[in-house]
């Protein structure tokens, strides 16, 4: 079922954006002269419209860098004025924000450590309620979406309309090539929950690394999303967070210009047939696809009767081995992803078990 949020469009209090949203700045504030050196390089591209910053830095270890402290809202208002554009910074707690707020920040963002405390959104949304301050906010840290989308109705019920979700990938439970794994499915789901909410990708949080920076970020338009929040410093080598994640402005333009943005949709009638048409093909294969699923289950209770006659157990190991062996190699053999369809047989296996077992167990 669709969440009903009152969200504003980013055009409305963007006027001037021309898709997509762009959020560019360090990691950290770490110097006045750092700040403004970033920000006169980045403001001479002009895709980019907001520039962030890291006042308050929410280490997963202590002893790291945590942040400048409530001076660099000082250079915020200092970049707003020299550049003009936006400036935005995270806040973790109540005081962060009134600070924030004080110092006539357009943009507070909700890190994704503090997105999963119910408590610490709640009194972020406390404080950010009667303005019409933008608020974004970043996925927790477990891909846990009910979390996330707690923390935006929470901020959302406080009267803040010009929200935003930030997706910056999951902290990995293995060895991964990111740093965060871009669970993408999870992403859909929030689109298809919240259709109306502008959804941002974090490609820097996500990559760990600037080589990863340009697919994340393509991937992420070219599944619709709404803009990117990436991490530029004037000279990352010497960075006191993220120093591997950041790109020098110059390299963002670089990277931009490469980009390829995709339209949401078209009018162009002739791509509306054939889309049409092969989406209507798409259709009959699927419930192909389900009428062999459901005579394929019919045999397996079958069978379920057959091993309750004659008191054999549900799981054959030795059939499953076999079984998993000659659908992965014939899918091999087909062109099809061979972890793709391994997960399928798990899951189909997994059912077919658990009906067996059923089966053996009435009464
Ligand atoms: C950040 O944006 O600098 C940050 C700390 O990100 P996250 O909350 O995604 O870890
Ligand atoms: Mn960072």
Redesign the pocket.
């Known amino acids: 079922m669709e969440i009903k949020l009152d969200i504003q469009p980013i055009k409305s209090w963007l006027p001037k954006i021309d898709n997509p949203l762009l959020i560019a700045g360090p990691?950290s504030l770490e110097t006045e002269e750092q700040t403004l050196s970033t920000a006169r390089l980045l403001v001479n591209d002009h895709r980019v419209q907001i520039f962030r910053g890291?006042v308050w830095?929410?280490r997963t270890r202590p002893g790291c860098f945590e942040g400048i402290g409530k001076i660099g809202l000082e250079w915020l208002k200092e970049v707003k004025k020299e550049t003009g554009l936006m400036v935005g910074t995270?806040v973790a707690n109540a005081k962060h924000t009134e600070l924030a707020l004080k110092a006539g920040l357009d943009v507070l963002w909700i890190?994704?450590?503090s997105t999963a405390s119910p408590f610490t959104v709640q009194e972020i949304a406390n404080v950010v309620k009667g303005t019409n301050v933008t608020v974004m906010v970043?996925n927790p840290v477990n891909p846990d979406i009910q979390l996330w989308i707690g923390a935006l109705e929470r901020i959302n019920r406080a009267g803040i309309k010009n929200l935003i979700a930030i997706h910056?990938g999951f902290t990995p439970f293995c060895e991964t090539k990111y740093r965060n794994y871009p669970n993408w499915k999870t992403y859909i789901e929030l689109r298809r929950l919240i259709p109306n909410l502008p959804v941002i990708c974090?490609p820097s949080?996500i990559s760990g690394k600037r080589e990863y920076l340009y697919e994340i970020s393509q991937k992420a338009f070219d599944m619709g999303m709404d803009g990117l929040m990436i991490?530029s410093h004037c000279n990352p080598d010497v960075a006191l967070s993220?120093k591997a994640q950041q790109l020098i402005p110059s390299d963002l333009t670089k990277l931009l210009d490469r980009l390829v943005i995709r339209e949401k949709k078209t009018n162009n009638k002739q791509f509306e047939n054939q889309l049409e048409m092969l989406r209507n093909r798409i259709d009959a294969i699927d419930n192909e696809l389900l009428e062999t699923l459901s005579a394929r289950f019919a045999i397996t209770k079958q069978i379920g009767e057959y091993k309750k006659i004659h008191n054999v157990v549900a799981l054959q190991m030795d059939r499953w081995k076999e079984l998993m062996e000659s659908r992965t190699n014939l899918a091999d053999k087909m062109k099809l992803d061979k972890t793709l369809v391994k997960s399928l047989f798990q899951l189909i296996h997994e059912d077919s078990v658990r009906m067996q077992t059923e089966i053996l167990d009435k009464e």
Do not use: F, I
């Open positions: 990691c890291g830095k929410p995270e890190g994704a450590r970043k910056r974090d949080h991490e993220d």
